[in-house]
């Protein structure tokens, strides 16, 4: 009964893993692949494998939106496309933890309020911090932006490799996934998508992910 009422008032996963948990769990990995897991070389890999997911995945502990609350409104009434083209990014597939490598095109018409250039890449390093889906990435970011700034429109172009698909799976290399998201005057005006869109070209012409 008492068994009961905790498991009520403490959800599943909220319960915290400590380190030594995580570094066992690597170690089980390891021999579980076959692997002596107290030879010289991999004394050390449960806990360099805890402190690399911690970097892989520290965008949890942070607040997107908050990010792109410090905005600036004298902007001289400036309302034509602000674009931030290329953002590399690193993130890990949700299905086989597998990197999704890629980069990021961001653009948005502001309404009235504009941020920091640096902040939209903070955004982007906020999202790919952490497990995801190419597609929800993507829309993540978009939606932020448009949630928080309240731009005229945003649009979103996210290119990326797949290593689920490289190094497992149908062994594919050299293909991208291109993923986007238009949201108001991007998605109504065929004239300021394309000229977003000409942009992401010209980069990605010049230079593959
Ligand atoms: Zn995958």
Redesign the pocket.
């Known amino acids: 009964m008492t068994r009961q009422l905790e498991t009520i008032s403490e959800p599943s996963g909220v319960e915290p893993i400590s380190d030594a948990e995580a570094e066992r769990a690597f170690r089980t990995i390891l021999k579980w692949i076959g692997e002596d897991a107290d030879r010289d070389g991999l004394r050390e890999t449960p806990n360099r494998l805890v402190r690399s997911f911690r970097e892989y995945f520290s965008g949890y502990e942070e607040d997107p939106a908050q990010v792109l609350r410090k905005t600036f409104s004298e902007v001289e009434g400036y309302d034509e496309m602000i674009v931030l083209r290329g953002v590399t990014f690193e993130s890990h597939?949700e299905?086989?933890l597998?990197p999704i490598i890629g980069r990021v095109w961001v653009g948005y018409i502001p309404h009235r309020r504009v941020v920091g250039i640096s902040k939209l890449a903070r955004l982007v390093e906020i999202f790919s911090k952490r497990l995801q889906i190419q597609e929800r990435l993507t829309a993540q970011i978009a939606n932020t932006i448009d949630d928080v700034l309240k731009p005229a429109g945003v649009a979103v172009v996210v290119k990326a490799a797949?290593h689920?698909m490289i190094s497992r799976g149908v062994h594919k290399r050299g293909a991208d996934l291109v993923t986007s998201r238009m949201l108001g005057v991007f998605r109504d005006q065929p004239a300021t998508r394309s000229e977003f869109l000409s942009l992401v070209n010209a980069d990605t012409t010049e230079q593959r992910v």
């Open positions: 597939c299905h086989h597998a797949h689920c």
